[in-house]
């Protein structure tokens, strides 16, 4: 239902700077998998273990690397890095719908609060005292934002998200449906038995271009922020504890938790359901395998791992067995 | 607060089609559980471990196998299965509140959107652009629904639930509150030590009859789509990565994730916090254990497993200790 | 923005009955970590690994041990608990916004509900038929309230939170955004390869001083109830299944789920990413470490674990390799 937009393949190979072998007049309306692909669309092979599908695809051109041009007699757009390619040429094709700048009439903006004439309050919206929208801002319907929270130019924040009070949220930022930003970490001193809560006086800071997953949560600091840095990548349903920081250019996938005030460096990558226990330290350049449990401080870059292989229930049984009397198996 | 259902015994046995034994005429008011049960309320029994609650229980009658019929001396309705006899049972005493057809004033709907006479379009809904709300479709209050989505009949999607762009839903589901359809996968290409985005052209297609958990994200496809069979159960904070089909029937309990383009089969299940790396393939009727880590593809049906069995921590750290050296000790 | 509070520390003294050593007269204005703290701030520690920031920390005052007062100069409170002082000096700083009380004109009120005059019913919050809103509650805007649901003195549930249908929320709650109470757990019956729907006919019933973490769920229970204590804490992206109990003083870290039925005792904590399995029962005072599966009742007080140790990816698939013949080595 969106217009069509479309690219002959030399206008491709000009905008995406790669090299042309082929038909240039090529008209390409769209981009899919080898296997997906009509006539009309440029698709892409970044794996080898996808040759087999170059010979039966019906796309109309691919964004192949050199080393597997060969295996394509068809129209190609050839890169050093097929994968960045595709990456770029996918944002050449995405329709984003415009949208009208100005506040809905169905939102709810406080006087004290300030929101650029650029920018785009949908219905439903609550932007609460003192807080600042910048320029081309799009907060969609149901989103909350608190008192003195400022949201940076060009950020984009999806439907029902919660930011509470106090939180800066960087410029070209996209935080996804149901994320919030800004809650009380589970942080209780215990008296006669009783928990008695530990107020969070801190806030949540986050860099520029953070891209949050849907339903994410991050804590605010109990005293001192937690605090993002740049270009940073989050999945869906992570949890971020209270004082917890993350460096510039790490990513970390779905399901996983990172427990309070424990620091991660930069360009770091968690697996999908890893989690990092309390007042931990990860260095850079680390990178953790799906479901580990990390429970001490990291200070050497590299792959770290825990737990077991995957194999058979009835295996399993066995050697879990083995697993109860390993102690008196490794004083052998 | 809402009004009485009432059956008799024998009418709950003909809407049942259940083998009464005991007096026809007792009125029966609810369903409850062995211990919670009043001389108003029937019962079920569908474990061997539950037959001491059958002396003390309360309840007017109670649903059985025959095998158990035995240990009860009360009035019964008997059936080779009894579990569910009592799902059956369940639907009766649900009180659904009626709810009036039509579109609150407190809501928003976009004029090139097509609503149906009998839907129910609740405060603080958003419709947008060129969706269609089939006959019969309740949205709760603060559902968002994207552009060029389609929700069909009869599907019920609870509050604040956010639907994104191009969508489509089917017939008869079941969407709780706080779901997130449609949102952008992990996925991005790295360039000088940055993340380039991949956007994510493909859509998410869900089946008839599914049930989602409240906040599970499903993401939509990259290239392709996300495609959720009929007939599927997915529980509360399941992460469905871009591009993960899931066949018709399969199940998935809490905390489960599933990463990106990874397909399962047809009636699987995969119990709580289950995860899936990325592009494998699952064949049908394969049952995951709970916590379990699946790395490579299953090709051959059955019961799968990973991790280690729980014990007291001062034994688990000896045996931890054990782990560290498994590959000395797998080479006596 | 907020004004700014102050106090001497002999006012501190006073308020928190801690021992004073210092100059009674230094004006504090906020609470802060020992490297963040300004000279305006008063600082804390409650570990000996945090002595060597005593040398350089800028804090006005500290909070502290006797034992640890000897490290630090300066003014001091002392104390038995420096921990617990901490936490109720927090709620000194804590800026709390004054809310007026009443009902947003953007807000959604069905005339059969009761909502107490010192109440705030924020933006685009619905409180459906006969629910009760008792004195000085805070509903944040998007909130939902299904109907017959009663919501206690001095609870607050923060933005686009969703509480179906017949639920209890007990005095002094604090539900963070995206909660979900009372949403029907994963129970299907099957019949001829398709699931039939248990439909929950029991309710959730949420004790006092009970506070939810952002985006946790709990499902409403099938027959019978979900039910938590008084005084139990819980994070966030925490799944309560059906028809679980949880008992007072009980706390439960981030990502993890509790499946159905199971029974958790008094003053048990369980670390993040746990899971516990359906049908069993945790009695008082059990510790659970962090991502550990349980599997069995516990029966016995104490601390419980599973999983491996993490360790470098290359060792771990050498030792991984060792737990498939774990079976055999066991027989040695």
């Given at each position: 239902?969106?217009?069509?937009?479309?690219?002959?393949?030399?206008?491709?190979?000009?905008?995406?700077?790669?090299?042309?072998d082929g038909n240039p007049d090529i008209e390409i309306f769209g981009l899919s998998s080898l296997d997906l692909a009509s006539?009309?669309?440029?698709?892409?092979?970044?794996?080898?273990?996808?040759?087999?599908?170059?010979?039966?695809?019906?796309?109309?051109?691919?964004?192949?690397?050199?080393?597997?041009?060969?295996?394509?007699?068809?129209?190609?757009?050839?890169?050093?890095?097929?994968?960045?390619?595709?990456?770029?040429?996918?944002?050449?094709?995405?329709?984003?719908?415009?949208?009208?700048?100005?506040?809905?009439?169905?939102?709810?903006?406080?006087?004290?609060?300030?929101?650029?004439?650029?920018?785009?309050?949908?219905?439903?919206?609550?932007?609460?005292?003192?807080?600042?929208?910048?320029?081309?801002?799009?907060?969609?319907?149901?989103?909350?934002?608190?008192?003195?929270?400022?949201?940076?130019?060009?950020?984009?924040?999806?439907?029902?998200?919660?930011?509470?009070?106090?939180?800066?949220?960087?410029?070209?930022?996209?935080?996804?449906?149901?994320?919030?930003?800004?809650?009380?970490?589970?942080?209780?001193?215990?008296?006669?038995?009783?928990?008695?809560?530990?107020?969070?006086?801190?806030?949540?800071?986050?860099?520029?271009?953070?891209?949050?997953?849907?339903?994410?949560?991050?804590?605010?600091?109990?005293?001192?922020?937690?605090?993002?840095?740049?270009?940073?990548?989050?999945?869906?349903?992570?949890?971020?504890?209270?004082?917890?920081?993350?460096?510039?250019?790490?990513?970390?996938?779905?399901?996983?938790?990172?427990?309070?005030?424990?620091?991660?460096?930069?360009?770091?990558?968690?697996?999908?359901?890893?989690?990092?226990?309390?007042?931990?330290?990860?260095v850079d350049e680390v990178h953790i395998t799906a479901k580990s449990l990390i429970t001490k401080s990291i200070k050497e870059?590299?792959?770290?791992?825990?737990?077991?292989?995957?194999?058979?229930?009835?295996?399993?049984?066995?050697?879990?067995?083995?697993?109860?009397?390993?102690?008196?198996?490794?004083?052998?």
């Amino acid at each position: 239902m969106s217009p069509l937009t479309s690219f002959k393949l030399s206008e491709l190979a000009n905008i995406l700077e790669a090299e042309l072998d082929g038909n240039p007049d090529i008209e390409i309306f769209g981009l899919s998998s080898l296997d997906l692909a009509s006539e009309k669309d440029i698709s892409f092979i970044s794996r080898e273990s996808f040759i087999p599908q170059l010979q039966s695809t019906n796309a109309a051109a691919i964004i192949c690397s050199k080393a597997l041009s060969d295996h394509y007699k068809g129209s190609k757009l050839i890169s050093d890095d097929p994968y960045l390619l595709y990456a770029k040429c996918s944002s050449l094709f995405k329709s984003k719908p415009l949208q009208n700048p100005g506040i809905s009439k169905l939102a709810s903006v406080d006087s004290s609060a300030s929101v650029a004439d650029s920018a785009v309050i949908s219905n439903f919206v609550s932007v609460s005292k003192n807080s600042i929208i910048e320029d081309d801002v799009i907060l969609m319907p149901g989103v909350f934002i608190g008192n003195d929270t400022v949201v940076r130019k060009g950020t984009i924040i999806h439907s029902n998200a919660s930011i509470y009070e106090s939180i800066e949220i960087g410029e070209g930022c996209i935080i996804h449906s149901g994320v919030v930003i800004g809650s009380d970490g589970l942080g209780f001193a215990k008296e006669s038995n009783q928990w008695v809560k530990i107020e969070h006086l801190g806030k949540v800071l986050i860099g520029n271009n953070v891209e949050l997953g849907s339903n994410t949560t991050i804590d605010r600091g109990s005293v001192g922020d937690t605090v993002l840095g740049d270009n940073i990548k989050i999945d869906n349903l992570v949890h971020i504890a209270h004082n917890v920081s993350i460096g510039s250019g790490s990513a970390i996938a779905a399901n996983s938790a990172i427990a309070g005030s424990t620091k991660i460096g930069k360009n770091c990558t968690l697996a999908g359901c890893t989690a990092l226990v309390d007042n931990i330290q990860i260095v850079d350049e680390v990178h953790i395998t799906a479901k580990s449990l990390i429970t001490k401080s990291i200070k050497e870059s590299g792959i770290y791992s825990s737990g077991t292989p995957f194999m058979k229930n009835s295996d399993w049984k066995k050697n879990a067995v083995g697993f109860k009397k390993l102690h008196k198996l490794s004083k052998l």
